[in-house]
């Protein structure tokens, strides 16, 4: 069984004592077991929120980095500081980041190797657009970015999560079963080329997940958890996605 895992993304959202106090009411409904549960705070929040995780089993995650430990790169955050502030994860390869930011592929695969590097574990998203989808490529677009993402690194230590570029902040949520044709397309990529571990790799359902359809998707057999936006940044949104989890 794979433990399902509620990552909130807060992209930039909330001040450090907002963040904080989000953290603090996430923590206290993080469960002991049933599901794994990260927030990704602005980098600024990463320690305060951290802090009010100490002690309970809410983990938090970074949500950018570059590749190098320390350098000429101003501006940037490395996976030693990620680590430093407290974090144990870190987002790579989101829509935003590639589309706005110009992340390529090559860039997502080297970023996963200095995460894991330094101890790190990646949570390296996926996924097609609109066009894409519409024109038949969703699961050859997705594939090739799993497979450039994965090369020559530790197929055990790290997360994926899919999210349709189409659905991410548009209110759009892909349907459960075509959500879940993706993710199984992605675990049979990954039973082709890492068969042993194939079945151990979590992988996330992200695009507008919210407590309306949270139990649905969740329930889709190759659907891990979710890597959840807006509706991370309220308690009151994203504490009953949590409790669909464990009920998964």
Known sequence: MRTPIIAGNWKLNLTIAESRALA??????????GAEVIVAPVSLSLSAVAEAASGTPLKVAAQHTHAK????????????????AGASHCIVGHSERRSLFGETDAGVNEKVKALQAQGLIP????????AQREAGD?????TAQVAAALE?????????AYEPVWAIGTGKTA???????????IRAWLTEHHASLAQQVQ???GGSVKPANAAE???????????VGGASLKAETFIPIIEAAIAS
Do not use: R
Not at 24 to 33: C, G, L, V
Not at 138 to 142: F, G, K, L, M, P
Not at 175 to 185: I, L, M, N, R
């Open 138 to 142: 969703a699961i050859s677009t997705v």
């Open 203 to 205: 992988i996330l359902y």
């Open 24 to 33: 603090s009411a996430i923590a206290k409904a993080s469960p002991e077991s």
């Open 175 to 185: 349907a459960p079963a075509d959500a879940q044709e993706v993710h199984a397309a």
């Open 69 to 84: 430990d320390s350098g000429a790169f101003t501006g940037e955050l490395s996976p030693a500081l990620i680590q430093d």
């Open 152 to 160: 020559g690194v530790d197929v055990s230590k790290l997360v994926l």
């Open 123 to 130: 949570i390296v998203c996926i996924g097609e657009t609109l």
């Open 217 to 227: 998707l969740l329930a889709q057999s190759d659907i891990d958890g979710a890597l």
